[in-house]
């Protein structure tokens, strides 16, 4: 099993998905996510997979990063994204940011690990 882990994020290849735990307290910059998609390649080892994205309390994400996440070099080695939210109000700002930066793949917000899970099998 990959890995990749920094004070940001943690990333782990299991069974064919990306699973990638965003830390708490982050207040993420253009650098900081470009790091973490440099890291992405790393593990990622040419593949092209999709993820699981597991936000433990990400506080900000300024707008260039948003940007680039939704950029071709952003979504770089990503076939599909599942966020998991617990807070309805970020999972609402995620869907609201979502139809803005109108990202290249398909990317959905859950509150369940399980109806995410299964949702990514489907991409």
Sequence with gaps: MKKFENSQ??????????????????????????????????????????????????????????DFLSSEDGINGLKAAAIIENSLFSKMLINFFLKLTNPKLQVKAFSSHDEALNWLKTQ
Excluded at 16 to 45: M, W
């Design 9 to 66: 994020i943690k990333m782990e290849v299991v069974d064919g998905i990306l699973y990638a735990t965003y830390k708490a307290g982050l207040k993420l910059t253009l650098d900081d996510v470009q790091n973490i998609v440099k890291e992405r390649l790393v593990l990622l080892d040419g593949k092209s997979l999709p993820v699981l994205i597991i936000d433990a309390g990400v506080v900000s994400m300024d707008k260039s990063a948003r």
